[in-house]
DNA sequence: TCTGATAATGAAAACCATTATCATTTTGTA
DNA sequence: TACAAAATGATAATGGTTTTCATTATCAGA
C-alpha cells in the first residue's frame, strides 16, 4: 500500500497518531473484498503483527466508523461487518444481498440510477414530513442462495 | 382481539399450538405502533401476564419469526426490536427513519410506488445475474431527528 | 374422562460479541 | 532527551440472547 495520505490526513484532524495498527487493520480493510467481521480482521492482522489484540480492532474499528472511513453493517447474524465507505474504497456503490440460509453475502451494484432517484424522493420527502437529516440510507436484500437451494 | 383464527390456522399448519403465553404476546404486538424489543413485549405482557417469563418471549418471538408473523429488526443499537409483517399487521408497507442520536425510530410511508418500481427491477437483476431468489428487503435511512438537531 | 406422548414453559446458567478498566507502552513535541 | 497525551493489551465486565433441564400444559386417542 503506502498509500495513507488519504486517511494520514484525516487522522491529522482529529488529532490522531496513525500507527502500525491501524495501518495494518487498514491494509486488510483495503485489500479484501469481503465482509469481514472484527474478529476475521484480528486474524488476518494476527498473521503479521501478532502483537495486536481484538481490543485494538474494535477500538480502532470504531475510531474508522466515526471519521467516515468504514461502515459498520449488522445482517443480523450475531457479528457485525465492516468495509470501506466509498470514499476510500475501489468498490462501487453497492448494496447488500444475503442468503438466510448460509448468510453468504453479495455485493449488487446494478439499477443504481434508479435507486438514487427513489432514494432522493424519500430523502427529501422526509425532510419536509419529519424535519429529519438524513445522511446515510442501506438497502439489504434477503433470499436464498442458488448454492443453498440446490442443497 | 378475538380475531387468532389467521394466526390459529397457522400455527395448527405448523403443529404449533396456540397457547396463552403466544396469544399474550401477539395482542400486545397488534395493540402497538411501535418497534418493540423482546424487553418491551416482556414488559407489555408482564401486567397481565406476570408468571410469563423473558425466554418465552424470545422464544416465541423466534417461532413467529419463522412462520412470517413478526419481522425482527436490528437497528444496529443492540436490542432487536419486531413488528407484524405487513400480511398480519394494520400498518402500510412502510420503511424505517432512524435518528443516530436518540435511537428513535419514525415509520415512512411515502414513495412507495417508485419504491416498489426500484426494487423490482433489482430483485429481478438479482434473480439472472446471481440465481438469488429475493424475498424480503429492508431500507433504513438514518439521520438526526429535529429534536436532536435544536439541542 | 383418563392417559400417555409431545410440546411449551420458567428459572437459572451459559453464550458470545462487544466494551470498559487500568496499568503499561508508544508517540509526537517541547 | 523528557514529558504529556494517546494508544495498547490483558483481563474483567456487560448485556442481549440462547441453552439446558426439570416441570407443566396441551392434544389425540382409548
Redesign the pocket.
Known amino acids: 500500500m503506502r498509500d495513507c495520505h488519504k486517511w494520514g490526513q484525516k ?1 491529522q484532524n482529529y ?8 495501518e495494518a487493520i487498514l491494509e486488510v480493510l483495503i485489500n479484501t473484498d469481503k465482509h469481514l ?3 476475521d480482521i484480528f486474524m488476518a492482522v494476527h498473521s503479521n ?1 501478532p ?6 480492532i ?3 474499528l ?1 475510531l474508522l466508523k466515526q471519521t467516515g472511513i468504514v461502515t459498520k453493517f ?1 445482517f443480523g447474524h ?3 461487518k465492516y468495509e470501506l465507505t466509498e470514499e476510500y474504497s475501489k468498490k462501487k456503490h453497492h448494496h447488500h444481498l444475503i442468503c438466510k440460509k448460509c448468510r453468504k453475502v453479495v455485493d449488487y451494484t446494478d439499477f443504481i440510477m434508479e435507486e438514487k432517484e427513489y432514494i432522493n424522493k424519500a430523502a427529501t420527502g422526509m425532510q419536509n414530513k419529519f424535519g429529519f437529516d438524513i445522511d446515510t440510507h442501506i438497502i439489504h436484500f434477503y433470499g436464498i442462495c442458488p448454492e443453498c437451494k440446490a442443497e
Do not use: D, P, Q, V
Request: without cysteine.
Open positions: 487522522f488529532g490522531l497518531r496513525l500507527t502500525i495498527s491501524r467481521s472484527a474478529e503483527n502483537a495486536i489484540g481484538l481490543t485494538t474494535y477500538r480502532t470504531e449488522e450475531g457479528k457485525a
